[in-house]
């Protein structure tokens, strides 16, 4: 279901301090849940009552089309990274300056912490190390401080037509199974929309 939303602004005199200025609030509502968030900016409420009914332009309506274009593009960006869009979640969005991209590196750097628990138990040492070396492969192919979703089947053609031109088939076919392990390793958790191994074949020959 799409969520649906408002956003008003308040300048309460029950908020004023003794000089007399008070918080802008901006009040948001999604799927008839409010919240309030005090912004930065202070105003006497006599003048944001004058200033928000008036049919001239000014600051004040000026500074609050910025806050509300700001807003919409943090519900933009909420959605396109899959954070479940409530009145909650987007203040902490906004509080917190936004979510951390997912990058490259976390990726690798959340699967291969995974491997570590297990070498030595149901995976060697050495097992671990190819992950490493095709990590860094990978690496040198794309900006590990890029978003994750800036891996496309476009890269993985790349990677893999490099790798035909210097590697034997066995090596290109444990190189790549290790990328892709990774790769659906995002998929399966929400980090990757689209599958960039989806269309792409290589030989299955025997891995070393």
């Known amino acids: 279901?799409?969520?649906?939303?408002?956003?008003?602004?308040?300048?309460?005199?029950?908020k004023a301090a003794k000089n007399g200025l008070a918080p802008?609030?901006?009040?948001?509502?999604?799927?008839?849940k409010r919240c309030f968030i005090n912004l930065p900016r202070k105003e006497y409420p006599q003048d944001f009552k004058k200033a928000i009914t008036t049919?001239?332009?000014?600051?004040?309506?000026?500074?609050?089309?910025?806050?509300?274009?700001?807003?919409?593009?943090?519900?933009?960006?909420?959605?396109?990274?899959?954070?479940?869009?409530?009145?909650e979640s987007l203040r902490e969005y906004f509080k917190s300056g936004g979510v951390k991209p997912y990058t490259v590196e976390d990726l690798w750097n959340d699967y291969l912490n995974i491997l570590e628990k297990r070498v030595g138990t149901t995976m060697d040492k050495m097992t671990y190390a190819k992950y490493i070396s095709a990590r860094n492969i990978f690496y040198s192919f794309i900006d590990k401080h890029s978003e994750v979703t800036s891996i496309t089947p476009a890269l993985i053609q790349t990677i893999l037509a490099t790798l035909q031109s210097k590697y034997k088939e066995s090596s290109i076919c444990s190189i790549m199974t290790k990328i892709k392990t990774v790769i659906i390793f995002a998929k399966d958790n929400g980090k990757i929309q689209i599958n960039p191994f989806q269309?792409?074949?290589?030989?299955?020959?025997?891995?070393?």
Not at 24 to 32: G, K, P, R, V, W
Not at 56 to 84: A, C, S, W
Not at 199 to 208: F, Q, T, V
């Open 199 to 208: 269309n792409i074949k290589y030989s299955k020959g025997k891995m070393k």
């Open 24 to 32: 802008i609030e901006l009040s948001i509502i999604i799927n008839q």
């Open 1 to 14: 279901m799409r969520a649906t939303s408002s956003l008003q602004f308040y300048c309460r005199q029950s």
């Open 55 to 87: 049919r001239k332009n000014n600051d004040i309506k000026d500074y609050l089309n910025e806050v509300r274009n700001q807003f919409n593009q943090i519900m933009t960006d909420m959605m396109h990274n899959g954070i479940p869009l409530t009145s």
